[in-house]
Nanobody, 118 residues
Framework: QVQLVESGGGLVQAGGSLRLSCAASGIISSPNTMGWYRQTPGKQRELVATITNRGTTNYADSVKGRFTISRDNAANTVYLQMNSLKPEDTAVYYC????????????WGQGTQVTVSS
């Protein structure tokens, strides 16, 4: 059974930086994709960034140039470096892992709050 534990959220002023971490326990087959999503009250959860086990990345337009996703495959950990934070980045950030073999599956973390003050 795969479990994800996020850390690194908090309160920061606009223009500041935070680094989120998500550690996965359990066996995750390859290929797989790890990523970050975020959600604010009354809105759907949206993609922030994803990275495959081979290092291919994908970013939402709203965070390109400010956020960087990376991962340590040996440690089954994914990171999100968030720079130049804006108040509109305020949300609960969720980690997710998707795997595709032998059966497709996914797991979510519990979420970590990021609050950016103006």
């Amino acid at each position: 059974q795969v479990q994800l534990v996020e850390s690194g959220g908090g309160l920061v002023q606009a223009g500041g930086s935070l680094r989120l971490s998500c550690a996965a326990s359990g066996i995750i087959s390859s290929p797989n994709t790890m990523g970050w999503y975020r959600q604010t009250p009354g809105k759907q959860r949206e993609l922030v960034a994803t990275i495959t086990n081979r290092g291919t990345t994908n970013y939402a337009d709203s965070v390109k140039g400010r956020f960087t996703i990376s991962r340590d495959n040996a440690a089954n950990t994914v990171y999100l470096q968030m720079n130049s934070l804006k108040p509109e980045d305020t949300a609960v950030y969720y980690c997710r892992v998707d795997w595709y073999w032998p059966k497709q599956g996914a797991e979510w973390g519990q979420g970590t709050q990021v609050t950016v003050s103006s």
